[in-house]
């Protein structure tokens, strides 16, 4: 309290409604303040007046830290209350912008037209098939011919949709069609393909074929030369044919080989019997064992 009146008298003596004879007949039970007392450098709360703002530092430290949490909180509710009336505004544009229509339907108000948009909310909330019927009425709008309307308009759209879904699945059937034509005639002249002396490059061709066409479409092969050696060997027929033909030709070279090494050169012994397609190809053989 005394630290309250000390203010106040020198307040009034700045500004000379308090002489030093009127300040010595006040009373004297509260002691006066100190006039060298320290006081605290507190920042000035920006806004304030210039006649205000040079008095701030001579106030007391609390009341320099009460009028600065002062300011702040006031600072905080005017950025609220600013927000708020930013939304305001919007609303009001919003209304602004539809006055004139509003108002020949007998809306003359912000308030009228929000209290209506409220109760329009909770109507369709409530029973929105009557609250549209009630809406349409306001409006103009016939629903029966408007379902009527969209009736017609629904099987036109969907016979346009079904013929583009004709049309689509036309085209991807032609281009498959297409896509198989050239596949079987770039497989078939894979097949007919002939030596010089007119002999098939492929000849099992016809018996492979179908598994050929499997390992190219799996992607499991990179062309149809490779497809096609792999498919005699998935063949069992056809594999058990060439492994014959191979035994074959490894027993008539070891037969062409042995009648050379007996070519008579000089003066030979001739061996006592010539041995038999069985042995000659168990005698070859006998080399890749050991």
Same mark, same amino acid.
């Given at each position: 309290?005394? @630290?309250?009146?000390?203010?106040?008298?020198?307040?009034?003596? $700045?500004?000379?409604?308090?002489?030093?004879?009127?300040?010595?007949?006040?009373? /004297?039970?509260?002691?006066?303040?100190?006039?060298?007392?320290?006081?605290?450098?507190?920042?000035?709360?920006?806004?304030?007046?210039e006649e205000?703002?040079?008095?701030? /530092?001579?106030?007391p430290? *609390?009341?320099?830290?009460f009028?600065?949490?002062?300011?702040?909180?006031?600072?905080?509710?005017?950025?609220?209350?600013?927000?708020?009336?930013?939304?305001y505004?919007?609303v009001?544009?919003?209304?602004g912008?539809r006055?004139d229509?509003?108002?020949?339907?007998?809306? @003359?108000?912000?308030?009228?037209?929000l209290?209506?948009?409220?109760?329009?909310?909770?109507?369709?909330?409530?029973?929105?098939?009557a609250?549209?019927?009630?809406?349409?009425?306001?409006?103009?709008?016939?629903?029966r011919? $408007?379902r009527?309307?969209?009736?017609?308009? =629904?099987?036109?759209?969907?016979?346009?949709?079904?013929?583009?879904?004709?049309?689509?699945?036309d085209? !991807?059937?032609?281009?498959?069609?297409?896509?198989?034509?050239?596949f079987?005639? !770039?497989?078939?002249?894979?097949?007919?393909?002939t030596d010089?002396?007119? =002999?098939?490059?492929?000849?099992?061709?016809?018996?492979? *074929?179908?598994?050929?066409?499997? %390992?190219?479409k799996?992607?499991?092969?990179?062309?149809?030369?490779?497809?096609?050696?792999?498919?005699?060997?998935?063949?069992?027929?056809?594999?058990?044919?060439?492994?014959?033909?191979?035994?074959?030709?490894? $027993?008539?070279?070891?037969?062409?080989?042995?009648?050379?090494a007996?070519?008579i050169?000089g003066?030979?012994?001739?061996?006592?019997?010539? %041995? !038999?397609?069985?042995e000659t190809?168990?005698?070859?053989?006998?080399?890749?064992?050991?």
């Amino acid at each position: 309290m005394s @630290e309250l009146r000390d203010v106040i008298e020198r307040q009034f003596k $700045a500004h000379g409604l308090l002489s030093d004879a009127e300040n010595e007949k006040a009373p /004297k039970d509260i002691p006066a303040a100190e006039t060298n007392e320290d006081i605290s450098e507190v920042a000035i709360p920006p806004g304030y007046p210039e006649e205000f703002a040079s008095e701030f /530092k001579n106030l007391p430290p *609390k009341w320099q830290d009460f009028l600065c949490e002062r300011e702040a909180e006031n600072k905080q509710k005017i950025a609220e209350y600013s927000a708020k009336l930013d939304a305001y505004n919007f609303v009001e544009t919003l209304f602004g912008n539809r006055r004139d229509r509003l108002a020949a339907k007998g809306v @003359e108000t912000l308030g009228q037209w929000l209290q209506g948009l409220a109760w329009l909310d909770g109507a369709m909330d409530e029973n929105p098939a009557a609250t549209l019927a009630a809406v349409a009425t306001v409006y103009g709008v016939d629903l029966r011919a $408007a379902r009527q309307k969209q009736a017609e308009i =629904n099987p036109a759209i969907m016979a346009r949709v079904c013929k583009l879904e004709r049309s689509y699945n036309d085209l !991807t059937a032609y281009l498959r069609e297409m896509q198989n034509r050239n596949f079987d005639g !770039t497989l078939n002249a894979f097949g007919r393909q002939t030596d010089r002396e007119g =002999n098939l490059l492929h000849p099992h061709f016809e018996d492979v *074929k179908q598994c050929i066409c499997d %390992l190219l479409k799996s992607g499991a092969v990179a062309d149809i030369e490779e497809a096609y050696q792999s498919a005699l060997w998935l063949n069992p027929s056809v594999r058990q044919e060439l492994v014959q033909k191979h035994i074959d030709s490894e $027993a008539k070279a070891a037969e062409k080989a042995q009648k050379a090494a007996f070519t008579i050169k000089g003066k030979a012994e001739k061996p006592e019997r010539e %041995l !038999t397609l069985r042995e000659t190809i168990a005698k070859n053989m006998a080399k890749y064992v050991d």
